[in-house]
């Protein structure tokens, strides 16, 4: 199985900056999409961003400009930088990957426990 561990969230004044980190450990052969998803109180989880293993990137509208989605192959580690934070992305963000496991043929999703971002007014 594949275990997601997020770091990097906080509390944070608006228009500061925070950088979250997704670390994939377990039996992985291989991870094509990793992503970030968000969930703000009474609200639907939202795809924030996601990248694909050759490091094509998609963001949702409210983030383009202001959020970086990169990761690293190698470390099989996804980050997001988050600058000119609005109260508004405050929520709890979650990292997801589609991942391949050693004894299978294809690919399974799997959700980090999430990390809280807060932003002040």
């Known amino acids: 199985q594949v275990q997601l561990v997020e770091s990097g969230g906080g509390l944070v004044q608006a228009g500061g900056s925070l950088r979250l980190s997704c670390a994939a450990s377990?039996?992985?052969?291989?991870?094509?999409?990793m992503g970030w998803y968000r969930q703000a109180p009474g609200k639907q989880r939202e795809l924030v961003a996601s990248i694909t293993s050759s490091g094509r990137t998609t963001y949702t509208d409210s983030v383009k400009g202001r959020f970086t989605i990169s990761r690293d192959n190698a470390k099989n580690t996804v980050y997001l930088q988050v600058n000119s934070l609005k109260p508004e992305d405050t929520a709890v963000y979650y990292c997801?990957?589609?991942?391949?496991?050693?004894?299978?043929?294809?690919?399974?999703?799997?959700w980090g426990q999430g990390t809280q971002v807060t932003v002040s007014s």
């Open positions: 997801n990957a589609d991942a391949i496991v050693q004894g299978k043929y294809y690919s399974t999703n799997y």
């Open positions: 377990g039996s992985i052969l291989s991870i094509n999409m």
